[in-house]
């Protein structure tokens, strides 16, 4: 999964970028006091224990796998996982 990607399922959760430091966007939540930190590779995708690590801290339900697909379709895939409506 790409770095973009993950960053639209967060911000659909409530998530918000707050800086990029280097090649890390850093996102925010309005209720929880943490910061989450995503590695933007460009076009190269993230590992899945990566994303399965962000997710968890950012309290996300369930895991994230490395699904080949397009990333509309996973968006979609995801937000389903999530129970967030579209």
């Known amino acids: 999964m790409k770095a973009s990607v993950l960053i639209r399922v967060?911000?659909?959760a409530g998530w918000q970028?707050?800086?990029q430091?280097?090649?890390h966007c850093i996102l925010s939540h309005p209720t929880q006091?943490?910061?989450?930190?995503v590695p933007d590779?460009?076009?190269q995708a993230l590992q899945p224990a990566i994303v399965n690590d962000i997710a968890r801290e950012a309290g996300l339900k369930g895991r994230v796998y490395k699904?080949?697909?397009s990333p509309?379709?996973?968006?979609?895939v995801l937000k389903d996982l999530?129970?967030?409506t579209r």
């Open 67 to 69: 699904i080949q697909m």
């Open 10 to 12: 967060l911000e659909q």
């Open 17 to 19: 970028q707050i800086r």
């Open 72 to 76: 509309g379709r996973l968006l979609m």
């Open 33 to 37: 006091g943490n910061l989450i930190s």
């Open 21 to 23: 430091q280097g090649i």
């Open 82 to 84: 999530l129970g967030l």
């Open 41 to 43: 590779l460009g076009e």
